[in-house]
């Protein structure tokens, strides 16, 4: 067996930070640059927010296209006409 197999294997992963994702530090950053409060309590929020996304199996990026998708609605208008219409294509 050789090490040169082995050491690309684990790159794919997300890094965690005991069960909470590696991403949940930047809202700690936010609180740790700016001492107060309300710092703290949307660091937790998001940390929470974080954590929420984890559980539902998505990254933090996957979950804010879907926010977008749904917020964008099911038919897109073409850039040719206002009258015509396009469904969304699943790729």
């Known amino acids: 067996m050789m090490t040169g197999d082995i050491l690309w294997r684990d790159t794919g992963i997300t890094p965690k930070i005991l069960v909470l994702d590696a ?4 809202p700690l950053l936010l609180w740790l640059f700016h001492w107060a409060w309300w710092t703290a309590s949307l660091a937790m929020l998001g940390i929470i927010g974080l954590y929420l996304v ?38």
Do not use: D, N
């Not at 917020?71 to 040719?80: A, C, D, K, L, P």
């Open 54 to 91: 984890q559980r539902t199996g998505m990254s933090p990026l996957a979950c804010l296209r879907a926010i977008r998708t749904a917020i964008m609605g099911r038919r897109r208008e073409t850039r040719y006409s206002e009258t015509l219409w396009r469904k969304r294509c699943r790729w």
């Open 23 to 26: 991403r949940a530090v930047f």
